[in-house]
């Protein structure tokens, strides 16, 4: 985070710090969410039906801004702003259509796709930018369909509160992160592949379009706790399709944890878990204070267009592995299906703003 930033920080202590918010602690995230609307709504009203906070805390929270001379509440209900610095800093996401069209402009086969639109739901990013590539069947390597691809870079990109906040892609064979800086140019992006071959493919194309602040590393993602000056670097931003598996899962979570910005976090995982793997996501969430903010279900939908034959018959003999089902070869290329977006955010309690204000003092 830049020093900008750490100005809000600060003010966020500072409404912890008296009794605004009447004893309804909120995070640091929903302190910046209510700047936001703030920002780009004037009506008091219309500012805490979108606020998603009880109503004694949404009015702390004005009721501080308005002491601190940040804004001013007038009696017809209306914020008025006084300190155009405090908002300078948060990003207004531009409308669905623009996100659209920021990114439909600049993939390859842009007319086409924009003359058939049903087509999105039949191809991918990854096949539109390498028709050769080959997916490998052993890491489960399906893209999802464009459409899901373009969906989940707008959910994304609606989320960010700052141009200046690091997001980290683990995996990406959907290429949500050139989406992502299509939308956000400013935003710096930090891409871990482990697929050699996707990682070439996105430096190609961050060359293509000069993209700055957009690192790609080619490594596992499970053997970053052995890159020390990685590890200095902490994120705000993190989208992952993790491995199912829950010895792998386990692995990744613990890396993640390491990563993790303290003030603002915000995590998309994209996937869909049995009992087992859904249970270390859950340990994960609650060893770093975190809630499910938004659960989008059947959110990226998938296709088994590949006519490798390789590939299909891996994938037959996977699916029997794991499912029990048989399946021929030329049903699989009919077969579709679809995972779940989770939205993971900070979560602070009192108690654990009250020791994170000591630790400071120390």
């Known amino acids: 985070m830049t020093k900008d930033i750490e100005r809000l920080v600060d003010l966020y202590k500072l409404l912890n710090s008296g009794n605004y918010v009447y004893d309804n602690t909120v995070s640091f995230i929903d302190f910046i969410r209510i700047l936001r609307l703030v920002k780009f709504n004037s009506n008091f009203h219309k500012c805490f039906k979108k606020s998603h906070l009880e109503l004694i805390s949404f009015i702390g929270i004005i009721e501080f801004l308005h002491n601190v001379n940040v804004i001013k509440l007038n009696k017809n209900k209306r914020i008025k702003i006084q300190n155009d610095e405090i908002f300078e800093l948060l990003y207004k996401p531009p409308s669905k259509s623009s996100m659209f069209l920021k990114t439909i402009r600049k993939i390859p086969y842009r007319h086409y796709l924009a003359r058939k639109l049903a087509s999105m739901s039949k191809t991918n990013l990854l096949e539109l930018y390498d028709p050769k590539f080959r997916l490998n069947p052993k890491s489960f390597q399906v893209p999802c369909s464009l459409r899901s691809s373009l969906k989940r870079a707008r959910v994304i990109c609606n989320r960010a509160y700052f141009t200046s906040q690091k997001a980290l892609f683990i995996g990406d064979d959907d290429l949500i992160s050139i989406l992502c800086k299509f939308i956000i140019p400013e935003l710096p992006i930090t891409v871990i592949e482990i697929d050699g071959r996707i990682t070439k493919l996105l430096k190609n194309i961050a060359i293509k379009h000069k993209f700055k602040e957009f ?23 993190i989208h992952l399709d993790p491995p199912y598996d829950e010895k792998e899962l386990l692995k990744f979570t613990a890396n993640i944890s390491l990563i993790l910005d303290e003030n603002l976090v915000q995590i998309f995982l994209n996937g869909l878990y049995d009992i087992n793997s859904i249970s270390v996501v859950s340990n994960f969430i609650t060893k770093n204070k975190l809630i499910i903010s938004d659960y989008y279900r059947s959110f990226s939908s998938y296709f088994f267009k590949s006519t490798d034959s390789k590939y299909l018959k891996y994938m037959k003999k996977q699916l029997k592995l794991e499912t029990d089902l048989k399946f021929k070869e030329k049903d699989l290329k009919k077969i579709e299906f679809s995972s779940d977006l989770y939205i993971l955010e900070k979560s602070l309690t009192e108690k654990d703003i009250n020791s994170y204000n000591l630790q400071d003092d120390i």
């Open 215 to 237: 690192n790609v590393y080619n490594l596992d993602f499970k053997e970053i706790n052995e890159l020390s000056e990685f590890l200095k670097t902490k994120f705000s931003i």
